[in-house]
């Protein structure tokens, strides 16, 4: 099922960026029974977990991020965003979206899409 995340670019320090994912082949009840999240992963660097929202509609972030990213989702158009705040050099990588399925045992990711923040 492929997830597409798109929204990326370069961006100075203190800028914002919004990015998307379009989840295509998601039909509407599993995207709706599922985790929505956004990782990231830097050069040399484990993938993190940015931000989820859960089925349920409750939102978590990563420390790192609190206060500046937003995460919300389109049940209509099945798209996940993530509005970027604030950026810091520190946010440059590479950003994913994942689709988990609360019911089941589906579990989607896309390719990921370029962050750089130039300090």
């Known amino acids: 099922v492929p997830l597409q995340a798109f929204g990326g670019g370069l961006v100075q320090a203190g800028g914002s960026l919004r990015l998307s994912c379009a989840t295509s082949?998601?039909?509407?009840?599993?995207?709706?029974?599922?985790?929505l999240a956004w990782y990231r992963q830097a050069p040399g660097k484990e993938r993190e977990l940015v931000a989820v929202?859960?089925?349920?509609?409750?939102?978590n972030y990563a420390d790192s991020v609190k206060g500046r990213f937003t995460i919300s989702k389109d049940n209509y158009k099945r798209r996940v965003f993530l509005q970027m705040d604030s950026l810091k050099a520190e946010d440059t990588a590479v950003y994913y979206c994942?689709?988990?399925?609360?019911?089941?045992?589906?579990?989607?990711w896309g390719r990921g899409t370029q962050v750089t923040v130039s300090s």
């Open positions: 929202i859960y089925s349920g509609g409750t939102t």
């Open positions: 082949g998601v039909i509407l009840s599993v995207f709706t029974g599922s985790n």
């Open positions: 994942n689709v988990q399925y609360q019911y089941g045992s589906a579990d989607y």
